[in-house]
């Protein structure tokens, strides 16, 4: 396969994807509720004649076969939304309050769809067998890809490689982004219930402020990112929400605060998480109060195999040229593709959003944004870019 073939496929399927993505991002669904979604994807995939089934519920897999015999390869989309409320304005706007695909879900389902289509057409030119996974529940633990890999499904054979993409507003439309190594941090949950005695603000020495204690908390923890873990290590120990249910003039008995802790280093992952414990323990118990403290754990780090990685960047490059492959920087954001990276050589690369189109604001605002949108012609550049790569490894 040449690469003007699929950018010429590419171009004639350019409306049919565009409108399958504006069908998805106006019906969004949930992590691990997306029935509609599901259902909408297998018609399409009956339509053009790809053979499919059920996994994980609301998951979908399939299996396309090359030529000839050759490598096993896994390409992944995550079918998703997020509980935001969608504030753009567009035709295709979210018709379900509250709920949005600001996370570029719909572009993951609709490139992946574009791509299989590329790939289906041209089966004759490319040897080996393509598994492509809809995945449910990126956006919410444990996870679908832990579902889908507790299925077995990837056992046996087992996958020579596996990648996905996804949006990246900060690269424009046309643009596509590889990083070798660690790329994103493991997601880990932390919250923290501060006991004390409540009572009147204005009689504070009445009182085990669980407010000042959970200040202190707060403040101190910090001293595990900047002073326990090595310089080197990306790590990120934020908190995000403080329920402190007093007023002005009354101080509660409790305070509930919720964060994340974030690292790349699932060594340093174990020995911080445990530190945070004993360090949040010996602060609360210093001014009076107690403590429940409980960790919920996330997605590990996401490390995209190096070999793999050059050898799809190259391949990236002869598709669309170097000047439109960036390096991408490290990110303490996190990924359920991480679980499969664990297992498998893996690649999560991004590709570029950015831009504008006549008549429409510049699609550069960041994802999990109540106005995240994207030009639309990287879809074309997606599904291109998606059906290239996976041709190449299989060659």
């Known amino acids: 396969m040449k690469p003007d073939q699929i950018k010429n496929l590419a171009n004639q399927l350019t409306d049919e994807i565009i409108s399958i993505r504006r069908a998805i991002h106006a019906n969004p669904e949930l992590s691990f509720k997306e029935h509609q979604t599901a259902v909408f994807v297998e018609s399409i995939l009956d339509k053009w004649g790809i053979s499919h089934e059920r996994i994980a519920e609301t998951g979908i897999t399939g299996v396309i076969e090359g030529a000839g015999i ?159 873990i090595p310089a080197d290590i990306p790590s990120v120990l934020s908190f995000g929400k403080v329920d402190a249910p007093g007023s002005t003039n009354v101080i509660p008995s409790s305070v509930k605060i919720e964060g994340t802790f974030r690292i790349m280093n699932e060594q340093w992952r174990l020995i911080a998480l445990d530190e945070i414990k004993k360090t949040a323990e010996g602060i609360v118990t210093s001014m009076g109060g107690t403590l429940e403290c409980r960790i919920v754990a996330g997605y590990p780090e996401l490390t995209n195999n190096p070999a793999l990685t050059g050898q799809m960047k190259e391949l990236a490059t002869d598709y669309a040229g170097s ?13 359920d593709f991480s679980r499969y990276a664990q297992r498998f050589p893996a690649v999560f690369y991004r590709l570029g959003t950015a831009g504008s189109q006549a008549g429409s604001p510049p699609f550069n605002n960041p994802v999990h944004h109540p106005e995240f949108d994207v030009d639309e012609s990287s879809l074309t550049h997606g599904m291109g870019m998606m059906a290239w790569l996976a041709a190449g490894l299989l060659a």
């Open 70 to 228: 050759g490598k096993y390869l896994v390409l992944r989309a995550d079918l998703d939304a997020l509980p935001i409320h969608e504030k753009n304005l567009c035709d295709y706007r979210s018709q379900k309050d509250g709920v949005m695909h600001a996370c570029g879900h719909d572009v993951h389902t609709a490139v992946l769809l574009g791509a299989l289509k590329i790939l289906f057409s041209f089966k004759n030119e490319w040897n080996g067998r393509i598994r492509f996974i809809f995945q449910p529940g990126e956006e919410a633990l444990p996870g679908g890809a832990l579902k889908i890999l507790e299925s077995g499904l990837l056992d046996d054979p087992e996958p020579d490689f596996i990648f996905a993409e996804h949006v990246y507003p900060e690269l424009p439309a046309g643009y596509f982004g590889f990083r070798a190594g660690p790329y994103m941090a493991s997601t880990d949950e932390v919250y923290f219930e501060v006991k004390g005695v409540g009572g009147h603000s204005a009689l504070p020495h009445r009182v085990i402020d669980p407010v000042l204690i959970a200040s202190h908390l707060i403040v101190g923890l910090q001293q595990i990112v900047s002073r326990r």
């Open 323 to 335: 000047e439109h492959v960036e390096e991408l920087p490290r990110r303490m954001t996190g990924e």
